[in-house]
Structure formats: structure tokens, C-alpha cells
């Protein structure tokens, strides 16, 4: 046991850096505080709760999705533990195939040197290097934000037992005819010469041309048909004209041969449905080699494709444009399709393409011979769970699109032509008979020879991260079981970004079915999408992404945790600005300044660390009468807010969660009830009411502290360690989380809360009439009822001191001339304004902001009265320009009372 230290008070400033460094992760790991043990779950000690960190690739350094995604994740799990869970947080990271062979690839370049030169081995071996070298360097920064792993666990999607579960997994599905080499369209990059997948390709907004041209009739001389396409150069590879049947103007023509312009073949026109009428001329040429929307109407008619574009972007065809780049021959044939006599004019077109997000450069649309995983037969079950809520999403919208999805799903491609991931286990002989297996040895046994040659490809990186639910629980194959998988598998929550709903999340639905029989996760929430201040997507190349750790270095780690959850609701985008973070930070410093008051109080009413500690055991909430009003009040509003705290946290709403301890502790505690206290206290000098005060003080800021540790931990846990004597290497990370207490919720504290209410009210009155804050201004209340009265007078003082005002009270009072007055809870209250304020002035000033008030409400009127507006945005968006209006409204009623009252 680490030696004790007696509770003293903070430092006067909070100094992040100090705190921060002091608690940093690394303090948390080297005690094992996040360690979490299969044996208690299956020794039904514990119920698990498990959280499966998205790998992060190998490549990368921390991003504001990274924050957001790896806060809500340690959020979660740091709840869990505290409620008494066994919880645990697999982390990894991911090998991410094209991005670190590219990485590398650039690294030897500068040194003169390419990989062919190298060969496979040897590349392979500078690839471990640099992974060993640099490849750490995002779970580095990951620790950072205090994430709370179970970091013996962390696992390399190439770790031996990740790889083995890879080729286990292939070869199953392989025997099982999921798995089979075929001739499909795919992503092709013609810089990094692979197969990509969707989540490789970036949607660019590009301007190119529409060129239309025409097509004549082989059986109608001088009559053609017009096509409108921005790929002229793929011309030479069509092999049909279609056209919509319920179009009539080509009704008459389906069933014609038309011929390709500049390579005189003669063509079929077709009726597809595909065709949508309204693009171009209604009539689309079927280019099946170089489209997967092609490629599908030329299966349904049974036409071979013909390839016009290679694997490095240049042209293939016999027509006189082989080997020219696909761009430049796109220009060459637009001018020889003018020149035949078969353009018919060029117009400037805005779409959107694909490019491949490591070169750069536009996908190729490309017809090849690849690995493909049958995907129907696994994905009707995967749809099933979703609908019967075995998963839940969160947002639920997001089933919508999941199952669009899976009820159109396609082959998904696994193959890729680089160097660096898992190898296919499959291997050739020379006659190209394929066997595929787990191992080079079983592969000859198979074939009965030695001949063979391995496959060159690798697999798509996803194809590993599918398995990521049961190889991070150390599962190797189909049949493979372990006590860590009974007890973690099916992990809890998944929390990721809805961008990977296809790639990844769907994927992995499949994979635990398939192999494992049960869904990998319970719950999924997608996280919201972080857009700049002017609701653009963060992104290197428009510089509008800030660098999260200088933000640490400026903020705080816990306030930049607090802030990005305080400003994400649930299925909202965030709108972050760098400036955001004061809110954390001077939410931090107010935390650090109002544990400071009470350890103060503390120390002033108990002659030691031990007194208070010996008292403070003992005490008990449920067992003492109050002996300030006060203390009924928070004590009720803070079971309140417990109540609200774990329902969010059931309702997967963790920005109510952060909003609702947030209004608390500023308002109720430290605005209401610690500025009470002091004032009750003020003229106090020691007894066991005041002892009992300040407990009753420290264990409500003991809650907060808990309630608010899963979001700032760093912060939380030093100010917890200064309440009462504890070793260094306890942690409130594994103290218990507040529960609710259902007598106080059902408590009246009508009367109790009168005082902070009829506050509340008379600074707003100061506020609207801008009476200075430094006059003293007599305030009359007239109480509704005797125990009104009771509860005022007990308060006064109370009352007096935080509305810098001389309080007279009294059952028959009259409203005094030029005063405010207000009501609350059917008790009238008056301030006099004569001599306080200028009265010409303050007309003046009411006079404008009712002119600017009623602008602003006729406005939002407007607003609100459009149709457009209202059936097209969001329920939130239109609630919350009502509650503009209704709170305009009520201003407005305001500031014509006051004009009364300073006219009469």
C-alpha cells in the first residue's frame, strides 16, 4: 500500500498540464485499474460489459473524430465500471493495407529505390520497420485523452493470432462456396495499380464534359440516335444503345442496330428499364468493361464486354488511340468525333467522381479477375437481427439505411493487389488449377505435388477488421473457443462513425453470425459527423481541422472532452470552432474553484484531516435533519439529476448527459446552494450542525465528481483524492457511481425552493430594468401564505445578499409607485426604481427593444408560416424556432410591463 496523505486543499489555479500529467493513463495502467478478468464474469462475480475500439490505421495521428469517437467509447466504459460491471475495452489498431504501402513506398523513393527492386521479402521487411518505428504513434496520442484500455490486450491485425483467424476464416468460406474468383467491375486505381474498396474511393465534385453524339441507323439511312456521355473515350468499348421502354420516343427504334461512331461496329438498341429518362437524351450507351451499372445491363442482355482502358490508365483499343493516357484520348476523340461528323455539341457538366483516396487520382472503373465473398446468403440473417432488435441502433433512424443496404447487397471484392497485408492462402499450379487452404503444406497434400505458387494478392484490410469482434477476444478459427470469449462475446457497445455502416459494421454483423453463431455487439451508436463553424466538413486540405493535441495543450484534455460531448446530440453534425473549449475549460476551473470553497469550509470547521475524515464516514444522508432549507432543496434536485443521468445513459443521450450534471452543479450547487451556505455560515463559528453543513457539502461534490468522471477523468480524480485520506493507487475510476434515492425524488421542497426562485426572479427585474449592479434597491415581497412568510423571513439574509437589495416583508403591503413587480408562486415581489435608474433613459432604451423584438418575431413568423420550410426541415430545427418565438414573445410582454410601469 502506497503511503496515505491527510486531505488538503488545492492549488489556488487549476493547472491542467500538472493535473493532467500527474494522472496521465500511463499512472492508471502501470496499477492495472483497467485490467478486466474473464474469471469474474464466468464466476458469475461480475456482469460484463465490453467495448470494442474501431482500429485506427497504422498511419494515423489523432483527429477531432478520434476525440469524439474514443471520449463516447471511455464515457461508456468508465460508467460501466462504476456501476459495477466488469468492464472491458479491447483496443488495436488496424495494418491499413494501401495506406502503409503507400507510406513506405514514398519513404524508399526519396532513398532511390522501389519495391520491385527490393522484392516482396525485403519490401516487407522495411514495412515492419516502420510499423515497429512509427507505428504507434496514434495509440500514443490515444493515451493522451485518458482512455481507459485494457492496453495488455492491444492487438495488430497482422499479430500472428489476427492472421491466423484471417486465413482460418478465408478457407471456411471458401469450402463453404461463399468464396470464389470471378470477372466483375471493380475500383481500380491506376497509380497504385490495386482493386479498391468504396471506402477507398472520395466522392470529388469534378467539371467535365457532356458530349453528345450521334449514332446513325444501320437500316435508316441519314436518321440517328442521340447518346449524352461524359466518357467519350469509352465509345470504342460499347456494345449496346439502351433506352427506357415506357419512353415513347424511342419506342419504335428498340430492336435497330445503330453504328459506334469512329470504330463502325454495328450495335443492338435495347430496352432496360435501368434508363432513366430524364438524363441527357433518355438514351444510354452500354459500355459493360468500363461501368458496374453497364456491366449489370449487359449480364441481364448477355453481351461479352469489350476493354478499351488498361490497368494503368491508357487506352487498349485497335482504333489508332492504344497507349494514349484515357484523359488525353478523351479530348483526341472528341475532336475525331467532330471531324467524322458525329458530335453534336459539347456542354459543361458538374457531377460527382470518384478518387482514390491515397493517389489522388480519378478510379477507373475496371473489369478483372479478383476474390469475391458471396454476400446474399450471409446478409439475410444480418438484416434479421437489425429488424428484431437483437441490435440496436442509435440513432434508430439509421436502420433505414442498413437495411437498403443489405437488400440490395452486392459481391464484395477482397482481393488487392499489394504487397503489405494478409496474404490469400491459395496456391496455383502450373496448369492453374487453384487449391486453397490454411497452410503451404496442406495446399501440396491437397494437390498431391509441391508445384505450386502462392496467390501474388492480398486481402482487402476490412476482410480482417470483420473479424475484429472475436480475433480481439483471441479467436484464431471456425471452431476455436476461450474463456475470455465466453465471457466478453457478444461485446456491448460499438461506437462508430455512420460513414462504415456497409464497410464495417454490416460486415461484422455477417462474420459473428457466420462464425460464431451470435451477434458481435448488442448496440451500436453513430457518432455525428464534425463540421467547422461554417458547417463545412473538416478536412487537411481546406486547413479548417485544428490539431487536437495543441488544443489539449491550450484547454485541457478534460475540457476538450466535456466540450465536443457537450456539443454533440445524439444523430446531430457538431459545429466546432477551437474557441468552443473555454466552455470546458471555465467549466473545469469552475469545478476546481468550488472544491477549493469547500475544502476551505472544511478545513474551518474541523481541527484536522482525521476529525473530518471521522466524521465524514459516519455521516449519513438519510439519518440527519437538515438545519438549512437549502440543503432539502439540493438534495432533491440532485437525486433529480441522477435520475436523469442514468436514464440518458440508457437512452444512449450522453449529451444530455454531460448537460443535465452541467446545469446542476453551475446552477443549483455552486450559483444557489454553496452561496447559501457560505451566507448561513458566515457568522458561524464551529458546532455539528456546521460540521454536518459542510459533509453534507463534500458528499454532494463527491457525486459530482463521480458522475462526472467517465467525461473528464483527469480532473475528477485529483479532486477526489484531496476529500478524505486514500493511497495513491486508489482511483474513483473504480469508486461507485452514484445511485438514486427514490424518497427524495418524491420529496416537496415547494416551499424550500421559494427563496432561490424569488431570486432568480429579482435579478432578472435588475437585469431588464439596468438597475447597477452595485445599488443596494428596496425590495418588497408580499408572501402568498403564513408558511411563505416563514420560509422568506428565515431567508432574508439569504435573499438580501444575493440580490444586493434591502428586503422588507410583510402579508399586507401595497405595490409601490414606480416599482417592478413580478410574481412567483402566487407571491408578489416589488422593486422601487425611483432614484435607481434614469426613468427618460430607460423608456428610451424599453422603446427600442420592443422595436426590435417585434422585427424579430414577425420574422421568425414569416419563417414559420412557410410551407418550404416547415415539411422540410428537421422536427428539432422547427421546434426550436418555435421556442425563438414563444421566448421573443415573453420578452416582449416583459418590456411592455416595464414601459407601463415607468409611464404611469
Given at each position: 500500500?502506497?503511503?496515505?496523505?491527510?486531505?488538503?486543499?488545492?492549488?489556488?489555479?487549476?493547472?491542467?498540464?500538472?493535473?493532467?500529467?500527474?494522472?496521465?493513463?500511463?499512472?492508471?495502467?502501470?496499477?492495472?485499474?483497467?485490467?478486466?478478468?474473464?474469471?469474474?464474469?464466468?464466476?458469475?462475480?461480475?456482469?460484463?460489459?465490453?467495448?470494442?475500439?474501431?482500429p485506427p490505421n497504422v498511419t494515423g495521428s489523432l483527429t477531432l473524430g478520434h476525440v469524439l469517437n474514443h471520449t463516447l467509447q471511455d464515457i461508456f466504459i468508465r460508467y460501466s465500471r462504476m456501476t459495477g460491471r466488469e468492464a472491458l475495452w479491447l483496443p488495436g489498431t488496424d495494418h491499413a493495407g494501401i495506406a502503409t504501402q503507400t507510406v513506405v513506398e514514398k519513404k524508399l523513393k526519396k532513398e532511390g529505390v522501389t519495391r520491385h527492386e527490393l522484392g516482396r521479402r525485403e519490401f516487407l521487411e522495411h514495412v515492419w520497420q516502420w510499423r515497429d518505428e512509427y507505428g504507434g504513434l496514434i495509440l500514443r496520442q490515444l493515451r493522451r485523452l485518458g482512455i481507459s484500455?485494457?492496453?495488455?490486450?492491444?492487438?495488430?491485425?497482422?499479430?500472428?493470432?489476427?492472421?491466423?483467424?484471417?486465413?482460418?476464416?478465408?478457407?471456411?468460406?471458401?469450402?463453404?462456396?461463399?468464396?470464389?474468383?470471378?470477372?466483375?467491375?471493380?475500383?481500380?486505381?491506376?497509380?497504385?495499380?490495386?482493386?479498391?474498396?468504396?471506402?477507398?474511393?472520395?466522392?470529388?465534385?469534378?467539371?467535365?464534359?457532356?458530349?453528345?453524339?450521334?449514332?446513325?441507323?444501320?437500316?435508316?439511312?441519314?436518321?440517328?440516335?442521340?447518346?449524352?456521355?461524359?466518357?467519350?473515350?469509352?465509345?470504342?468499348?460499347d456494345v449496346a444503345i439502351a433506352v427506357n421502354p415506357a419512353d415513347p420516343r424511342y419506342r419504335e427504334l428498340i430492336g435497330e442496330l445503330a453504328v459506334v461512331p469512329l470504330a463502325g461496329r454495328h450495335i443492338p438498341i435495347i430496352a432496360d428499364e435501368y434508363v432513366d429518362i430524364e438524363f441527357g437524351t433518355g438514351a444510354l450507351k452500354i459500355t459493360p468493361a468500363h461501368d458496374p451499372n453497364d456491366y449489370e445491363v449487359a449480364r441481364r442482355h448477355n453481351f461479352q464486354p469489350i476493354s478499351v482502358v488498361g490497368k494503368d490508365g491508357r487506352m487498349t483499343d485497335s482504333f489508332g488511340y492504344a497507349g494514349m493516357d484515357r484523359f488525353e484520348a478523351r479530348e483526341k476523340i472528341i475532336r475525331d468525333l467532330e471531324e467524322e461528323g458525329s458530335l453534336v455539341r459539347v456542354e459543361e457538366y458538374e457531377h460527382n467522381v470518384g478518387y482514390s483516396e491515397r493517389a489522388d487520382v480519378v478510379v477507373e472503373p475496371y473489369l478483372s479477375e479478383q476474390w469475391f465473398v458471396r454476400m446474399k446468403p450471409l446478409a439475410e440473417r444480418a438484416l434479421q437481427v437489425v429488424n428484431d432488435g437483437e441490435i440496436r441502433f442509435h440513432p434508430p433512424h439509421w436502420i433505414n439505411t442498413?437495411?437498403?443496404?443489405?437488400?440490395?447487397?452486392?459481391?464484395?471484392?477482397?482481393?488487392?493487389?499489394?504487397?503489405?497485408?494478409?496474404?490469400?492462402?491459395?496456391?496455383?499450379?502450373?496448369?492453374?488449377?487453384?487449391?486453397?487452404?490454411?497452410?503451404?503444406?496442406?495446399?501440396?497434400?491437397?494437390?498431391?505435388?509441391?508445384?505450386?505458387?502462392?496467390?501474388?494478392?492480398?486481402?482487402?484490410?476490412?476482410?480482417?477488421?470483420?473479424?475484429?469482434?472475436?480475433?480481439?477476444?483471441?479467436?484464431?478459427?471456425?471452431?476455436?473457443?476461450?474463456?475470455?470469449?465466453?465471457?466478453?462475446?457478444?461485446?456491448?457497445?460499438?461506437?462508430?462513425?455512420?460513414?462504415?455502416?456497409?464497410?464495417?459494421?454490416?460486415?461484422?454483423?455477417?462474420?459473428?453470425?457466420?462464425?460464431?453463431?451470435?451477434?458481435?455487439?448488442?448496440?451500436?451508436?453513430?457518432?455525428?459527423?464534425?463540421?467547422?463553424?461554417?458547417?463545412?466538413?473538416?478536412?487537411?486540405?481546406?486547413?479548417?481541422?485544428?490539431?487536437?493535441?495543441?488544443?489539449?495543450?491550450?484547454?485541457?484534455?478534460?475540457?476538450?472532452?466535456?466540450?465536443?460531448?457537450?456539443?454533440?446530440?445524439?444523430?446531430q453534425d457538431v459545429l466546432f470552432g477551437e474557441e468552443k473549449c473555454e466552455l470546458g475549460r471555465n467549466f473545469a476551473t469552475k469545478l476546481w474553484n468550488a472544491s477549493r470553497l469547500v475544502f476551505m469550509l472544511r478545513e474551518r470547521f474541523f481541527s484536522s484531516g482525521d476529525a473530518f475524515e471521522k466524521r465524514y464516514r459516519a455521516f449519513s444522508v438519510d439519518e440527519r435533519s437538515f438545519s438549512f432549507a437549502e440543503e432539502r432543496v439540493v438534495m432533491q434536485r440532485y437525486h433529480t439529476m441522477l435520475e436523469r443521468y442514468h436514464g440518458a445513459f440508457s437512452q444512449f443521450r450522453v449529451n444530455d448527459i454531460v448537460k443535465n450534471v452541467y446545469d446542476f452543479f453551475w446552477g443549483d450547487y455552486c450559483d444557489w446552494y454553496l452561496e447559501a451556505l457560505k451566507i448561513k455560515l458566515s457568522g458561524v463559528q464551529e458546532g455539528e450542525a456546521a460540521q454536518d453543513a459542510v459533509c453534507l457539502a463534500?458528499?454532494?461534490?463527491?457525486?459530482?465528481?463521480?458522475?462526472?468522471?467517465?467525461?473528464?477523468?483527469?480532473?475528477?480524480?485529483?479532486?477526489?483524492?484531496?476529500?478524505?485520506?486514500?493511497?495513491?493507487?486508489?482511483?474513483?475510476?473504480?469508486?461507485?457511481?452514484?445511485?438514486?434515492?427514490?424518497?427524495?425524488?418524491?420529496?416537496?421542497?415547494?416551499?424550500?425552493?421559494?427563496?432561490?426562485?424569488?431570486?432568480?426572479?429579482?435579478?432578472?427585474?435588475?437585469?431588464?430594468?439596468?438597475?447597477?449592479?452595485?445599488?443596494?434597491?428596496?425590495?418588497?415581497?408580499?408572501?402568498?401564505?403564513?408558511?411563505?412568510?416563514?420560509?422568506?423571513?428565515?431567508?432574508?439574509?439569504?435573499?438580501?445578499?444575493?440580490?444586493?437589495?434591502?428586503?422588507?416583508?410583510?402579508?399586507?403591503?401595497?405595490?409601490?409607485?414606480?416599482?417592478?413587480?413580478?410574481?412567483?408562486?402566487?407571491?408578489?415581489?416589488?422593486?422601487?426604481?425611483?432614484?435607481?435608474?434614469?426613468?427618460?433613459?430607460?423608456?428610451?432604451?424599453?422603446?427600442?427593444?420592443?422595436?426590435?423584438?417585434?422585427?424579430?418575431?414577425?420574422?421568425?413568423?414569416?419563417?414559420?408560416?412557410?410551407r418550404s420550410f416547415v415539411d422540410n426541415a428537421s422536427a428539432d430545427v422547427v421546434d426550436k424556432e418555435r421556442e425563438k418565438k414563444g421566448e421573443a414573445e415573453r420578452n416582449l410582454a416583459k418590456f411592455k410591463d416595464n414601459l407601463d410601469v415607468l409611464s404611469n
Open positions: 500500500m502506497s503511503e496515505q496523505k491527510a486531505p488538503l486543499n488545492l492549488e489556488k489555479t487549476y493547472n491542467h498540464q500538472d493535473v493532467e500529467e500527474r494522472w496521465r493513463s500511463a499512472h492508471w495502467e502501470a496499477l492495472g485499474l483497467f485490467h478486466a478478468e474473464s474469471s469474474r464474469v464466468l464466476g458469475h462475480e461480475k456482469a460484463p460489459y465490453t467495448v470494442l475500439m474501431p484500455c485494457d492496453w495488455r490486450r492491444n492487438l495488430f491485425t497482422m499479430d500472428e493470432s489476427a492472421s491466423q483467424a484471417v486465413v482460418n476464416a478465408f478457407v471456411a468460406l471458401y469450402r463453404d462456396g461463399l468464396i470464389y474468383r470471378g470477372t466483375r467491375i471493380i475500383n481500380w486505381c491506376p497509380v497504385s495499380q490495386t482493386a479498391l474498396s468504396d471506402e477507398e474511393v472520395i466522392m470529388k465534385p469534378r467539371r467535365d464534359k457532356l458530349v453528345y453524339v450521334q449514332y446513325s441507323l444501320v437500316n435508316q439511312p441519314g436518321k440517328y440516335i442521340t447518346v449524352a456521355t461524359v466518357r467519350p473515350e469509352t465509345i470504342l468499348g442498413y437495411r437498403h443496404w443489405m437488400e440490395n447487397i452486392q459481391d464484395w471484392c477482397i482481393s488487392r493487389q499489394l504487397w503489405w497485408g494478409h496474404r490469400i492462402p491459395a496456391w496455383y499450379e502450373p496448369d492453374g488449377k487453384v487449391w486453397v487452404a490454411s497452410s503451404y503444406e496442406e495446399a501440396c497434400h491437397l494437390a498431391g505435388t509441391d508445384k505450386l505458387v502462392q496467390e501474388d494478392d492480398v486481402l482487402d484490410t476490412w476482410f480482417s477488421s470483420w473479424l475484429w469482434p472475436l480475433t480481439t477476444l483471441g479467436w484464431t478459427g471456425t471452431h476455436s473457443d476461450n474463456d475470455d470469449l465466453r465471457a466478453f462475446y457478444p461485446t456491448s457497445t460499438l461506437v462508430t462513425g455512420p460513414d462504415i455502416i456497409f464497410f464495417w459494421v454490416a460486415r461484422m454483423i455477417m462474420a459473428g453470425l457466420y462464425f460464431k453463431g451470435d451477434v458481435p455487439f448488442r448496440d451500436v451508436y453513430f457518432t455525428s459527423i464534425i463540421r467547422d463553424m461554417k458547417g463545412r466538413k473538416l478536412s487537411k486540405s481546406l486547413g479548417n481541422s485544428p490539431d487536437p493535441l495543441k488544443v489539449i495543450d491550450t484547454y485541457g484534455t478534460d475540457a476538450l472532452r466535456f466540450t465536443i460531448i457537450y456539443i454533440a446530440p445524439l444523430g463534500v458528499h454532494l461534490l463527491e457525486g459530482i465528481l463521480k458522475v462526472l468522471h467517465p467525461v473528464m477523468p483527469f480532473i475528477t480524480d485529483e479532486i477526489w483524492h484531496h476529500i478524505a485520506s486514500c493511497s495513491i493507487d486508489e482511483s474513483i475510476a473504480l469508486s461507485a457511481m452514484p445511485s438514486v434515492d427514490e424518497g427524495w425524488l418524491k420529496t416537496d421542497t415547494t416551499l424550500d425552493a421559494l427563496p432561490q426562485l424569488l431570486i432568480a426572479e429579482v435579478r432578472s427585474l435588475r437585469a431588464l430594468f439596468t438597475v447597477p449592479a452595485g445599488t443596494m434597491a428596496p425590495l418588497t415581497i408580499k408572501p402568498a401564505t403564513e408558511g411563505a412568510r416563514e420560509v422568506l423571513v428565515a431567508n432574508s439574509a439569504i435573499i438580501s445578499a444575493m440580490t444586493r437589495c434591502e428586503v422588507g416583508i410583510a402579508m399586507d403591503c401595497q405595490r409601490p409607485r414606480h416599482a417592478a413587480g413580478s410574481l412567483v408562486e402566487g407571491n408578489e415581489l416589488f422593486i422601487q426604481l425611483e432614484g435607481l435608474i434614469s426613468f427618460d433613459k430607460e423608456r428610451d432604451r424599453l422603446v427600442k427593444e420592443i422595436a426590435r423584438v417585434s422585427g424579430y418575431i414577425a420574422s421568425l413568423e414569416k419563417k414559420l408560416s412557410n
